[in-house]
């Protein structure tokens, strides 16, 4: 057996060029929008606002009515509230009692706020307002012009972005009822071992988890998570569940079966000795070496992660999840904080992952330590995955993957 242990790096950009998943794109609703990945661009169909608007409370007026320095007493001809409706012109020598947000009539030039006058700002609309005036206040002071915020046609969101509340307010402000994203793609996970059960109540049996670990990490990264899939440690009915998991799926997970025992039914199957229509091989990563990829059923792409919580979960992060359209899967560095909890003996030039989480200290600087406890213990609290032995950082530094 070869001791050559690919780079996971090298396994990740591997896994990225060979696999490409579907990049259709549907239209749903805008409130529905929330963490998809936009298949187009989005541009604004008219201009915010689209008429003046108030921007304070006050009086709408002609710049030519004012006294400056000194003051004016103008009649109130019209109140306009923050409301639909016809708006009448501004006459010459009148004010219009106006609130915030609400439409400028044809002809006034400022909005006097309210606190410069004599009025009452809670009480009934006077007959006569007095503004008292140091200077003349410049044309369309406290007055929102129209496309001030954003102009017809202006670039709101390209293609790519992950669709955020704050894209779904200015859309649904702007009359967008639709967004076209990307869809999902369709991902089923198959867990094998004739040990998985869902309760733990024979000897030797285990409670099966990577099926319902990976589904929610799936769906937490915007993929369909079909439901999984369980076989058990024979060739018939593992070649049954992935040409069923195949029928319907864009991308197909399994877990188990690829160390190099004669019961490591997936590898058997699909390997060397096989079908050779997978790839199998151990990187210099731990925990989570055995790794492995191939096409299932009409070309489907296939990932095989260990059996093992944590070898999954790690392998998700570090090789499933940068397939995913509009995923942040990048690694980055950060300041390495406590490392009292690396305890682990290590293999000489192997990434070990281990579990973080990470803060700011007291200059503002993003800082990760790692998280005590075994296998997949730590991280149930953790936010990052943190690649000791990986290139890229220095004394001082990790890279990060985050969770």
């Not at 710049?63 to 012109?89: H, K, M, N, Q």
């Not at 769906?219 to 018939?236: I, Q």
């Not at 059996?307 to 499933?320: E, K, Q």
Request: glycine share 12%; net charge negative; hydrophobic share 45%.
């Amino acid at each position: 057996m070869s001791e050559t242990r690919p780079d996971p790096q090298h396994w990740r950009d591997l896994l990225r060029r060979e696999i490409t998943l579907p990049s259709a794109l549907e239209q749903v609703p805008t409130e529905q929008a929330l963490g998809r990945t936009l298949a187009t661009e989005v541009r604004s169909p008219e201009a915010m606002p689209a008429v003046p608007i108030a921007a304070m409370d006050g009086f709408a007026v002609r710049r030519a009515d004012l006294t400056a320095p000194g003051r004016t007493t103008l009649p109130v001809s019209a109140e306009l509230p923050a409301r639909p409706g016809e708006v009448p012109a501004l006459a010459p020598g009148t004010a219009v009692r106006i609130m915030t947000g609400a439409a400028v009539p044809r002809g006034a030039e400022a909005v006097i706020e309210v606190e410069t006058t004599d009025a009452d700002p809670f009480g009934p609309v006077p007959a006569t307002v007095t503004i008292t005036l140091d200077v003349l206040p410049p044309e369309q002071r406290h007055v929102r012009a129209p496309g001030e915020e954003v102009a017809r046609d202006e670039l709101l969101a390209t293609a790519g972005d992950r669709v955020g509340p704050g894209l779904v307010g200015l859309a649904r402000a702007l009359g967008v009822a639709t967004l076209a994203v990307c869809r999902r793609p369709r991902v089923r996970v198959v867990v094998t071992g004739d040990e998985l059960s869902a309760e733990a109540d024979l000897p030797g049996s285990v409670r099966e988890s990577n099926g319902a670990m990976l589904a929610a990490a799936l769906r937490a990264d915007g993929a369909e998570a079909l439901p999984p899939l369980h076989s058990g440690d024979d060739h018939a009915g593992l070649r049954e569940t992935l040409a069923r998991a195949a029928a319907d799926s864009d991308l197909v997970l399994t877990t188990g079966g690829i160390g190099h025992g004669a019961f490591d039914v997936v590898k058997t199957l699909l390997g060397e000795h096989g079908s050779s229509t997978s790839r199998f091989a151990h990187l210099a990563l731990r925990p989570g070496g055995p790794q492995g990829w191939g096409r299932l059923d009409g070309g489907v792409p296939v990932v095989h992660l260990p059996g093992t919580p944590v070898g999954a979960l790690v392998g998700y992060h570090l090789f499933v999840r940068p397939l995913l359209a509009g995923t942040d899967a990048a690694v980055a560095t950060v300041a390495l904080g406590d490392v009292t909890a690396d305890t682990a003996r290590r293999r000489p030039g192997a990434v070990h992952a281990l579990a973080g989480r990470l803060r700011l200290d007291e200059d503002g600087r993003e800082v990760v330590d790692l998280l005590p406890g075994r296998r997949l213990a730590p991280y149930g609290r953790a936010d990052a995955l943190v690649l000791r032995g990986a290139p890229g950082a220095e004394d001082g530094w990790a890279r990060v993957v985050r969770l």
